[in-house]
């Protein structure tokens, strides 16, 4: 049957000499049919965690392996300090809501009130991909009141929220 149908048994070939199963131009594993009428999506392992706070919280995650710098000098993180001005912390947020190539963007909750105008106007937006996380920072406690995830919670199971104690 796979001698009619493909010509040799895919099976037992290499993946990467059989044109059915493998795209020499991009390097991914595919087959004829699945290419027809769908969008070229980036995989997991080209996409990436952008990530916005102090210094502690962004070199911990720098170590973790989510640190990235394209060719170009752009860069998947941003260090904030307090010599940071707004409008670039600003910037940087509205850099990485825009990146085909990030999934997700961990911003600390006292950047994200330095500029909730921006996150909340990009979480009513709508848009899914990048997800928006706040997460907390060594200087400041997390307070889920003022997280857009947290309150979509307690918007679909209030007793959940209360449960651990919070009223939003």
């Keep these: 049957f796979w001698l009619k149908l493909f010509g040799s048994e895919p099976s037992l070939q290499n993946p990467q000499k059989s044109?059915?199963?493998?795209?020499?131009?991009?390097?991914?594993?595919?087959?004829?049919?699945?290419?027809?009428?769908?969008?070229?999506?980036?995989?997991?392992?080209?996409?990436k965690i952008g990530?916005?706070?102090d210094e502690e919280t962004v070199a911990g995650m720098l170590l973790a392996g989510v640190g990235h710098v394209d060719g170009q000098g752009k860069k998947n993180f941003?260090?904030?300090?307090?010599?940071t001005h707004q409008k670039q912390i600003e910037d940087c947020f509205h850099e990485l809501t825009t990146?085909?190539?990030?999934a997700m963007?961990?911003?600390?909750?006292?950047?994200?009130?330095?500029?909730?105008?921006a996150v909340d106007g990009y979480n009513d937006s709508g848009k899914v991909v990048p997800t928006i996380l706040?997460?907390?920072?060594?200087?400041?406690?997390?307070?889920?009141?003022k997280d857009a995830i947290m309150q979509r919670v307690a918007f679909f199971m209030p007793?959940?929220?209360?449960?651990?104690?919070?009223?939003?």
């Design 99 to 102: 990146r085909k190539d990030i």
């Design 78 to 83: 941003l260090i904030v300090d307090s010599k």
């Design 105 to 117: 963007i961990l911003i600390t909750q006292g950047c994200a009130e330095t500029i909730r105008m």
């Design 134 to 145: 706040e997460i907390p920072s060594k200087e400041q406690p997390y307070d889920p009141r």
């Design 19 to 47: 044109s059915n199963f493998y795209n020499s131009s991009s390097g991914r594993a595919t087959s004829r049919a699945g290419n027809m009428g769908k969008k070229n999506f980036l995989n997991q392992a080209e996409m």
């Design 51 to 53: 990530v916005i706070g």
């Design 159 to 168: 007793t959940a929220m209360a449960a651990m104690g919070l009223e939003i």
